[in-house]
C-alpha cells in the first residue's frame, strides 16, 4: 500500500482514522439499538391492546407471578449493568485483569437471572399456567387468562433470549480480553457491548412493572 | 360488463352510488388535468429542448418560490377538498336510518346466509325490497370475509369475533351480484350470490312464501333446490368429479373408507350426521373443512335434501 | 491518475471464493443483483402463469389451489425477495460509497452477512413451494394463515430472516452516509440518490422489527396456538392487520422512495441541468419516510375499525401523497431548458413519469374513503399499486439499471435493442394493467380463481399485454447479459454525469478511487461544468480561453 504513515492493526483500511472508524460503529450500534426498540415495541403494541380488551383477567392473572423473584432479578440486571459499565471503565485506564473480572461479574449476574427465570418458569409449566392451548391452571375466574400467558412468555421469553445472546457476545468479549485485543486507545468492541447490554437491561425495566406490579 | 352502467362504474343501484360516483368524477377531471400537466409538460419538455448540436453549459435555473408554493399548495387545498367529501359521504355509509330493516348475515367458506327477523333464511341470496333501508348485521364463523355490491358501492369485511355492520337502500329493483372479496381459500371466487331487489309487495309475498318453501313440491324436487340455494354445488358435483368434497353422484348407499381408517355406508343417519356434523366422519382423501349446517338446514329440508340423494344414481 | 490500469474490482482477484468471501460493497451489490434478478424472473413467471390462467373464467390450466398458491408466491417473492433489496441492497450498495467517494460502507463484513440473511430467508421462503406451498396471499391475514394447512411456517420464516437482511443494510447504509462522506461533501451536496437510500434506511430499520416480530407471533400461533390471533381464544384476528400494515405500509416506500432517488439522478444527467429544487426534493424524501408510518390504516378502511381512525388515516394518507407530488413537478422543472439525450436511461425516466403519475393520481382516487369502499380488495386496487410498484419502481430500477450497467461492467449495451426492449415493456405493462382499472371499478374482487363472464374481454387483453411484457424483459436480459462478454468498451463517463461515481474507472478499481475524491463541485452543477469525452469542462476556463481570444 502507499499509505506512508503506519495504520494500527485494528484500523479498517475503508476508514481514514480510528475516530471515523469508532464513529460508525457506535452509530451504527445505536441504530441497531432502535431496530430492537420496535422489536419489543410491537410486543409492548400488543400488551397494550390485550390489557386494555381484559383489564379484569390481566389484574387477576398478574398475581400469580412472582413479585418476589421478579423484584431480585431487576436488582441482579441492574448489578450486571453496573459491572459492565465498570468492566469499560476499567479497561479505559488499561487494567487488564480487573475488566476480566468485571466481565465475568456481569456473566455471572446474567447467569443468575437466567437461573431465576428458570425457575420461575418451572413452576408456572407445572401449575399449566401456559401459553394459548396448552393453559390448564383452573384458578383464574376472569375470560381468557391464557392471553396474559402468551403474552407473558413471548415478552420475557424474548427478553430472555436476548439475555442469552448478550451472555455469548460477553463471553466472546472477555476471550479478546484475555487475547489482548484490547487497549485503552482500541476497546470499542466492549463498549459496543456494554450498550446492548444497558438496552437489555432497560427492556427488563419496563417489563417488570407492566407484568409483575399491574394495579 | 354491466349493460346499464358507464364505462367505469356499474349501474347505481343505491341511494350512496351516485354521491360516490360524483366525487370519483371529480377526482377524475382533477387527474386528466394534472395528468396533462406532469406528461405532457415531459412529452412537451423533452422535444423542445432536445440536445441540437453542441455540448453546452445550462442554466442555472433551481429555484422559483412562486412556482414551488403553487404546487404545494394548490394540490395540498385539492386533497384538502377531496379528502372531506370522501369522508362525508363515508359517514352517510356507516350510520343505518332508523327506518331501516335487518337482516343477519353469514358468512362462511363458501357462501353466504340471510336470516330474516321474520324467520325466513336463504342461502347466496339476499332479497330486499326497493326504497327501503336494509342493515345488514353480519359475522363469519370463520375466516375473514367481505361482503360487496357493486351497484351499491358497498362493501364491509365479516369478522369471526365481532359484529360488523353495513346498510344500503337500493334504488331500482333487478338481481345485482354479491361478491366475498376477503381472500378465504379455494372457494373464494365461487362465494358470489345475488340481491334480489322486489318492489314492496313482490318482497311482502316473498317472505310470506320463503317459510315454507318447500310446501307444495315433492321432496326430491324441493332438495334439487336446495342444493343449488343452499350452495352445496361449491363443493359437491352431481356429475361424479370430486371437487373440494365427494361427489353426490351415486352418494346413496355407497360405502367409503373414512380418514381414520374405519368404512362407512351412507345411509339416512350417516348423510344426516355429516350434514350437521360434518367433522364426526371424513371420506379418506378429503379434508375435515366443511361447515356445520346446523341452524341453517330445518329437518323437513334434511329430508328432502337425503330424498334428492337418492335420486342420483 | 493517468496510469492506464486494467485491474479492477471484477478481475483483481478471482474465483469462486473471491466472490462468496468477498467484503467489497461492489461484489457484494453485484450478488445481490444476481440473486434479486432470479427472484424477478421467478416472480415474473408466477405471473404470467396467473394471467394465462385468467384468460378465461373456469379452470383453465391449474386447480384453484395452484392458482391461490400462484398470486401467493408471486406476490411474496417479489416483494420480499425483489423489490425490496432490488435498488438498496443491489444497486444501492454497489452505488452508495462510489456517490460519497467512500472507500466502502461502514460495516463490510455486516454487508456479507445480510448477503447471505438474504440468501437463507430466500431458501426458506422458496421451501415452502415444496412443502406444499403457502396459498394464504402474500398479506397473511390471520385466522386464514393460521387455520390453512399449508406450509405457512416456511414462508413467514422466511419473511422474517429476510427481515433482518434489510435491517442489516439499512442501519450500514445510515452510518455510511453519516461518516463516510468525502471531504467537502456536507448534507446538502450529497446527491439526491443519497438521501432517497437515507430515508428508505430510515423506514427500513423503524419498520422492519414490527413486521418481524408479529411475523413471529403468527408462527408461534400456528405452532403452539398461543390464541392472540385466534377469535375462539378471545384474541383478534383483525390486530394481526394493524401490525402488518404498519410495517407494510411504510415498505412500499421502501420500495418507491429509492426508486424515486434514481429518477433525481436520471432527470439531471440526461437534461443536463441543475436539478430544481434539490432541498425539497430531499425533506420530501424525509417527509415521505416519516408520514408513511402514520397512514396503515388506510388498507383497513372497511375491516371495522372506528370512523374516526378511518378519517386521521384517509386524511395523512393525503398529506403523503404531496411530497411524491412535488417531485413529480420538480422533476418537470429540471427538463425546463435543458440539454436533453434520449439514451436507454432516460426513456425509463420518461416512462415513470407518465406510469407514476397514473399510479399517483389513483391513489388520491383510493384514499377518499367512500371511493376506497368501492375499490378495495378490488383490480383497481392491483391496477393501483403495479402502476407505483412496477410502473414507478421497477421502471426506475430498469431505469438506474441502464445508467450505471457500463460503471458496474465497464461495457456498453446494444442502445437498439434496449429501446426496443423499452417500448414493450412500456407498451405491454399499459395493456396488462391499465384494462385492471375498469375490471376493478366494475367489481372485479381480486385474487378471484373464477370470475363472471362479464369480465371476459377485459381479463383477456390484460393476459395479452403479459406476453408482450414477457418478451420484453427476455430481450433485456438477452443483450444485457450480452454485453458483459462481447459489449464495447465503456468510457468512464459514458452519460457526462457529475456525481462522483463517474469519476473513477469503469469497472472501478477494488478501492473504488486512485485517491480519497474531494468534492470540487456539487452533484449537479451542470450551469458550470460538463463532462465530453470522460473531460471535466469547466465553465471559468472556457471564458478564460475565449477572453484570450478577444
Redesign the interface.
Known amino acids: 500500500m502507499e499509505h506512508a504513515e503506519k495504520k494500527p492493526s485494528y484500523l479498517q483500511h475503508h476508514f481514514a482514522d480510528m475516530e471515523q472508524q469508532t464513529d460508525a460503529a457506535k452509530l451504527g450500534m445505536w441504530v441497531f439499538l432502535v431496530t430492537e426498540v420496535l422489536l419489543f415495541g410491537g410486543l409492548f403494541g400488543f400488551y397494550t391492546f390485550y390489557r386494555a380488551w381484559y383489564p379484569e383477567m390481566f389484574m387477576e392473572a398478574h398475581k400469580y407471578l412472582d413479585v418476589a423473584m421478579g423484584t431480585t432479578n431487576t436488582f441482579v440486571l441492574i448489578t450486571s449493568s453496573l459491572t459492565m459499565a465498570l468492566a469499560i471503565r476499567a479497561m479505559q485506564l488499561g487494567k487488564k485483569k480487573q475488566t476480566i473480572a468485571y466481565l465475568a461479574g456481569t456473566l455471572f449476574f446474567a447467569g443468575v437471572f437466567l437461573v431465576i427465570k428458570y425457575f420461575e418458569y418451572s413452576h408456572k409449566i407445572e401449575l399449566g399456567m401456559l401459553p394459548g392451548k396448552l393453559y390448564f391452571f383452573d384458578g383464574i375466574q376472569a375470560a381468557n387468562p391464557h392471553i396474559f400467558f402468551s403474552v407473558y412468555f413471548t415478552m420475557t421469553g424474548l427478553h430472555g433470549i436476548h439475555v442469552l445472546i448478550g451472555m455469548i457476545i460477553i463471553g466472546w468479549v472477555m476471550v479478546r480480553t484475555m487475547r489482548d485485543d484490547f487497549s485503552p486507545e482500541y476497546y470499542n468492541p466492549i463498549e459496543l457491548t456494554g450498550l446492548y447490554w444497558h438496552l437489555v437491561d432497560l427492556i427488563w425495566i419496563f417489563l417488570f412493572p407492566l407484568l409483575y406490579l399491574i394495579g | 360488463m354491466d349493460p346499464n352502467g358507464s364505462l367505469i362504474f356499474p349501474s347505481q343501484v343505491s341511494t350512496i352510488a351516485p354521491e360516490v360516483d360524483a366525487l370519483f368524477d371529480f377526482i377524475l377531471y382533477l387527474s386528466i388535468i394534472f395528468f396533462i400537466l406532469i406528461v405532457g409538460g415531459t412529452f412537451y419538455f423533452v422535444w423542445k429542448y432536445r440536445k441540437k448540436g453542441e455540448d453546452t453549459f445550462t442554466k442555472d435555473l433551481s429555484h422559483n418560490n412562486m412556482l414551488e408554493v403553487l404546487w404545494t399548495v394548490i394540490p395540498t387545498i385539492l386533497v384538502f377538498i377531496v379528502f372531506v367529501w370522501g369522508f362525508k359521504s363515508y359517514m352517510k355509509m356507516t350510520v343505518p336510518p332508523d327506518t331501516s330493516m335487518e337482516v343477519k348475515v353469514t358468512g362462511q367458506k363458501w357462501f353466504w346466509t340471510f336470516n330474516y327477523p321474520e324467520g325466513a333464511t336463504t342461502t347466496n341470496e339476499l332479497v330486499v325490497p326497493v326504497d327501503q333501508p336494509v342493515k345488514l348485521l353480519m359475522s363469519s364463523t370463520d375466516v375473514i370475509h367481505s361482503f360487496f355490491v357493486p351497484n351499491f358501492r358497498t362493501k364491509m369485511d365479516v369478522l369471526p369475533n365481532r359484529y360488523t355492520q353495513l346498510w344500503f337502500e337500493a334504488t331500482e329493483t333487478g338481481e345485482y351480484n354479491l361478491f366475498c372479496t376477503e381472500y378465504c381459500g379455494k372457494g373464494h371466487s365461487e362465494m358470489i350470490g345475488k340481491v334480489k331487489v322486489l318492489s314492496r309487495a313482490d318482497y311482502d309475498s316473498w317472505l310470506a312464501g320463503a317459510g315454507n318453501a318447500g310446501a307444495n313440491m315433492k321432496p326430491e324436487e324441493f332438495g334439487a333446490k336446495l342444493y343449488k340455494d343452499k350452495a352445496c354445488f361449491t363443493c359437491h358435483s352431481i356429475d361424479g368429479s370430486p371437487l373440494v368434497g365427494p361427489s353426490f353422484k351415486g352418494i346413496f348407499g355407497r360405502t367409503e373408507k373414512m380418514t381414520d381408517g374405519s368404512e362407512a355406508t351412507a345411509d339416512e343417519n350417516y348423510l344426516r350426521e355429516s350434514i350437521l356434523e360434518p367433522q364426526a366422519k371424513v371420506v379418506q382423501g378429503y379434508q375435515p373443512i366443511m361447515p356445520t349446517y346446523q341452524g341453517v338446514l330445518k329437518d323437513d329440508e334434511i329430508d328432502a335434501l337425503i330424498a334428492y340423494f337418492k335420486t342420483l344414481k | 491518475m493517468s496510469v492506464a490500469t486494467t485491474a479492477n474490482y471484477l478481475n483483481e482477484e478471482k474465483g469462486l471464493k473471491s466472490w462468496l468471501f468477498t467484503l467489497d460493497h461492489k461484489r457484494i451489490g453485484m450478488m445481490y443483483l444476481f440473486a434479486v434478478m432470479i427472484a424477478f424472473f421467478l416472480g415474473g413467471v408466477f405471473a404470467i402463469l396467473i394471467r394465462l390462467e385468467l384468460l378465461n373464467p373456469g379452470q383453465d390450466f391449474f386447480t384453484?389451489?395452484t392458482y391461490?398458491q400462484l398470486f401467493t408466491l408471486h406476490g411474496a417473492v417479489m416483494i420480499f425477495l425483489f423489490i425490496i433489496p432490488a435498488i438498496p441492497a443491489a444497486l444501492g450498495n454497489f452505488v452508495l460509497?462510489l456517490m460519497l467517494g467512500?472507500?466502502?460502507?461502514?460495516?463490510?463484513r455486516?454487508n456479507l452477512a445480510s448477503f447471505y440473511i438474504y440468501v437463507v430467508g430466500a431458501l426458506f421462503a422458496l421451501y415452502s413451494i415444496v412443502a406444499g406451498a403457502v396459498?394464504?396471499?402474500w398479506t397473511f391475514?390471520t385466522?386464514?394463515s393460521t387455520?390453512?394447512?399449508t406450509s405457512v411456517i416456511s414462508m413467514t420464516l422466511g419473511a422474517f430472516i429476510l427481515g433482518f437482511s434489510s435491517?442489516f443494510t439499512?442501519?450500514?447504509f445510515?452510518?455510511?452516509i453519516?461518516?463516510?462522506r468525502a471531504p467537502g461533501m456536507t448534507w446538502f451536496k450529497m446527491p439526491l440518490m443519497v438521501w432517497a437510500l437515507y430515508a428508505t434506511s430510515i423506514i427500513q430499520?423503524?419498520?422492519?422489527?414490527?413486521l418481524?416480530?408479529?411475523l413471529l407471533?403468527l408462527i408461534?400461533?400456528r405452532t403452539?396456538?398461543?390464541?392472540?390471533f385466534?377469535?375462539?381464544?378471545?384474541?383478534?384476528?383483525?390486530?394481526f392487520q394493524h401490525?402488518f400494515w404498519f410495517y407494510s405500509h411504510p415498505a412500499v416506500y421502501i420500495m418507491i422512495l429509492p426508486g424515486m432517488g434514481i429518477i433525481s439522478e436520471l432527470v439531471t444527467t440526461f437534461?443536463?441541468?441543475?436539478?430544481?429544487?434539490?432541498k425539497?426534493i430531499a425533506y420530501s424524501s424525509l417527509g415521505i419516510a416519516l408520514i408513511s408510518f402514520l397512514v396503515w390504516g388506510h388498507h383497513m378502511?372497511?375491516?371495522?375499525q372506528s370512523?374516526f381512525s378511518?378519517?386521521v388515516f384517509?386524511?395523512l394518507t393525503?398529506?403523503v401523497?404531496?411530497p411524491s407530488?412535488?417531485k413529480?413537478?420538480n422533476w418537470?422543472?429540471t427538463?425546463?431548458?435543458?440539454?436533453?439525450?434520449?439514451e436507454a436511461p432516460?426513456l425509463y425516466t420518461?416512462a415513470f413519469?407518465?406510469l407514476f403519475?397514473?399510479g399517483g393520481?389513483?391513489g388520491?382516487?383510493l384514499?377518499?374513503?367512500?371511493?376506497?369502499?368501492?375499490m378495495?380488495?378490488?383490480y383497481f386496487v392491483v391496477a393501483h399499486f403495479h402502476y407505483t410498484m412496477m410502473g414507478g419502481t421497477v421502471i426506475a430500477f430498469l431505469g438506474g439499471m441502464h445508467y450505471w450497467w457500463p460503471k458496474i461492467w465497464g461495457r456498453m449495451y446494444s442502445e437498439k435493442w434496449a429501446r426496443v426492449a423499452w417500448a414493450l415493456i412500456f407498451v405491454g405493462f399499459n395493456v396488462t394493467f391499465f384494462t385492471q382499472f375498469?375490471l376493478g371499478?366494475?367489481?372485479m374482487?381480486?385474487?378471484?380463481?373464477?370470475?363472471?363472464d362479464?369480465?371476459q374481454p377485459l381479463h383477456m387483453y390484460s393476459t395479452y399485454g403479459s406476453w408482450m411484457l414477457g418478451v420484453g424483459f427476455l430481450i433485456m436480459a438477452y443483450y444485457l447479459i450480452y454485453s458483459i462478454y462481447k459489449g464495447p468498451k465503456a468510457p468512464n463517463n459514458p452519460w457526462?454525469g457529475l456525481t462522483m461515481e463517474w469519476q473513477t474507472t469503469s469497472p472501478p478499481i477494488q478501492?473504488n478511487f486512485e485517491e480519497?475524491p474531494v468534492l470540487e463541485h456539487e452533484p449537479?452543477d451542470?450551469?458550470?461544468?460538463?463532462v465530453?469525452n470522460d473531460q471535466l469542462i469547466k465553465?471559468e476556463d472556457v471564458k478564460e480561453k475565449e477572453n484570450i481570444n478577444v
Open positions: 384453484a389451489d391461490n460509497p467512500a472507500k466502502d460502507v461502514a460495516f463490510p455486516l396459498d394464504t396471499g391475514y385466522p386464514y387455520t390453512t394447512s435491517i439499512g442501519v450500514n445510515i452510518a455510511t453519516h461518516k463516510l430499520v423503524l419498520a422492519t422489527p414490527v418481524g416480530i408479529t407471533l408461534i400461533e403452539i396456538g398461543i390464541g392472540i385466534d377469535p375462539a381464544m378471545g384474541g383478534d384476528p383483525v390486530l401490525f437534461s443536463k441541468k441543475k436539478i430544481f429544487g434539490y425539497l378502511f372497511t375491516s371495522g370512523e378511518s378519517m384517509s386524511f393525503f398529506f401523497g404531496i407530488g412535488i413529480m413537478f418537470l422543472a427538463m425546463y431548458k435543458g440539454r436533453i439525450t434520449f432516460m420518461i413519469m407518465f403519475a397514473i393520481l389513483t388520491i382516487m384514499g377518499a374513503i367512500s371511493i376506497d369502499i368501492h378495495h380488495d378490488t375498469f371499478s366494475q367489481g374482487p381480486r385474487r378471484y380463481y373464477n370470475y363472471l362479464q369480465y457526462g478501492h480519497q449537479y451542470y450551469d458550470t461544468r460538463m465530453v465553465k
